[in-house]
């Protein structure tokens, strides 16, 4: 594997609808009040910390020894393709690109933005670094949907047009459990792993059947608010339907392990057709 084609498989991504999603949707809200400049900035910082904890998460999955017998893609620190301190580096990288477009962004809306994005950044890292991270509790999916559901929507809706409403707050929620779902169903390909490591992830919590529950719950979610804007056009997002169906079937039949990695990409996939399809019923 190459040097630089080795980064890109640690940046993971399959997870990268889960930044692109939120960015696209709000700025579809915003309307003629969207701004490109701020746009884009907002859709950098998204995938910066999206890439940024995807890095961290393998740097300390990596150095503890969770990902030793891992199930599914190549992670660069347990396979030995990169130093524990280069995949650190990465992640420092990462966020340090999110913090720099993050602050051009609050120097032309407001300073609080800073607070904002302080908070993500430690959330990112904290999920599986430090000496207590969250993501071994099971908090992972809750921290998943409010900062690249709820945060990265109202967020990026913010900065263009430098309003909140109770609209753009509904607006989150599909992207909220759609990100979930992503990460729902890579901690349900792990479960068992997991358990055997101690990281006792949501789905090892819930166990095999809830961990299939919850999955199926996030993606009915999302078209259930997707369909409470009351917005016609937002019918569009039914089209994927056969899709989401597909992917209910598939983990309700049973399927584990290895047979869920392709379930990871599908559900990246139905993320951003449906993030694609609500935008375009929200323009409208």
């Avoid at 990596?62 to 280069?86: E, F, M, V, W, Y």
């Avoid at 996939?269 to 609500?278: D, I, M, R, S």
Wanted: proline residues 4%; aromatic residues 10%.
């Amino acid at each position: 594997m190459s040097s630089v084609s080795k980064w890109i498989v640690g940046a993971r991504p399959r997870t990268l609808p889960a930044a692109i999603a939120p960015v696209l949707v709000a700025t579809a809200y915003a309307g003629d009040q969207w701004n490109p400049w701020r746009a884009l900035h907002a859709l950098i910082v998204s995938l910066a910390l999206q890439i940024g904890v995807n890095y961290a998460n393998d740097y300390s999955d990596g150095i503890r020894g969770t990902d030793d017998s891992r199930i599914g893609p190549t992670r660069l620190t347990a396979s030995g393709l990169a130093k524990p301190n280069q995949v650190k580096n990465a992640a420092a990288i990462s966020f340090l690109v999110a913090a720099i477009f993050g602050l051009s962004l609050a120097s032309v809306t407001t300073w609080w933005l800073i607070l904002v994005g302080a908070v993500a950044i430690a959330a990112a890292w904290g999920y599986t670094g430090g000496k207590n991270p969250y993501g071994y509790k099971g908090l992972g999916e809750i921290s998943v949907f409010l900062f690249f559901g709820v945060v990265a929507t109202v967020g990026t809706y913010f900065v263009q047009t430098e309003e909140i409403n109770l609209q753009i707050l509904i607006v989150s929620i599909p992207m909220g459990s759609l990100a979930c779902a992503i990460l729902a169903i890579n901690n349900m390909r792990d479960r068992a792993q997991d358990e055997i490591v101690g990281k006792k992830t949501l789905a090892v919590r819930l166990g095999d059947r809830g961990a299939r529950r919850l999955y199926i719950a996030l993606l009915i979610s999302a078209h259930i608010f997707a369909l409470l804007t009351f917005k016609p056009a937002v019918l569009l997002t039914l089209l994927t339907v056969p899709l989401t169906w597909s992917l209910a079937r598939g983990v309700a039949g049973g399927i584990s392990g290895a047979q869920l990695i392709p379930y990871l990409a599908k559900t990246g996939k139905l993320q951003l057709t449906f993030a694609a399809l609500f935008a375009l019923g929200l323009a409208f």
